[in-house]
């Protein structure tokens, strides 16, 4: 049982090029999330997922899009990538349960950096 | 809009010290509460979930309380070690209608001496 793992571990992208961030979870959460954490700003949310097929935006989701084609999955993907969107990424998840319990998972994150 | 607050940033202590973290939030109207902790380079790791019904929650030398009226949390931390320094975050979930989200504090960067 791996728990939510990411792919890649770290990456250096030149400003305009694009990527996608992958995120795996095995426990069968039908809830997924990206989020960025920054120096001083601590962690913000981009975009979720309650479940497969279905996305919607978080805090901060300019400059990104998402997918969650399979329930196990979460794409999170950078068209034109800036500088300013040089941070570390984390992904999590969660299931479904009474609201007040679920508890979110976190990734190792990925940390990208924008020249 | 749910605003959270660690105060200090940083703290540094002897081995050995009982701790207690501070975490506010500006409203009460939350699912729960879950601190996490971070070492740094890592991911986060969640230590505690306390439900917007319960007052306090345990796991090894961790004890969790909350208080929603008042708007704050602490992480008791009893004797504590070298391998206890990390930052220490801790998110609530808003009940707001469809929120999915976890609002962060910035989190507190504690190191234990030996």
């Known amino acids: 049982n791996a728990g939510v793992t990411q792919t890649p571990k770290f990456r250096v992208l030149k400003t305009g090029q694009s990527m996608t961030l992958l995120c795996a979870q095995d426990m069968n959460h039908e809830y997924m999330y990206w989020y960025r954490q920054d120096p001083g700003m601590g962690l913000r949310l981009i975009h979720y997922?309650?479940?497969?097929?279905?996305?919607a935006k978080g805090e901060v989701p300019d400059g990104y899009n998402v997918s969650r084609l399979k329930k196990q999955n979460f794409l999170l993907g950078l068209e034109s990538a800036a500088p300013s969107q040089t941070s570390v990424y984390f992904c999590?998840?969660?299931?479904?349960?009474?609201?007040?319990?679920?508890?979110?998972?976190f990734g190792p994150g990925t940390r990208l950096t924008v020249l | 809009k749910q605003e959270v607050t660690q105060i200090p940033a940083a703290l540094s202590v002897p081995e050995g010290e009982n701790l207690v973290l501070n975490c506010s939030f500006t409203d009460s109207a939350i699912y729960n509460l879950q601190w996490f902790r971070q070492d740094p380079g890592k991911g986060l790791t969640s230590l505690l979930l306390?439900?917007?019904?319960?007052r306090e929650q345990t796991s090894g030398r961790l004890n969790a309380s909350l208080d929603k009226s008042s708007g704050r949390s602490t992480l008791y931390i009893a004797a504590s070690q070298p391998g206890d320094s990390a930052t220490y975050l801790c998110a609530v979930r808003p009940w707001e209608g469809g929120s999915e989200k976890l609002v962060f504090g910035k989190g507190m960067k504690l190191t234990v001496n030996p």
């Open positions: 306390i439900q917007s019904s319960q």
């Open positions: 997922s309650v479940g497969e097929g279905t996305t």
């Open positions: 999590a998840s969660s299931p479904p349960t009474s609201g007040s319990a679920d508890e979110q998972f």
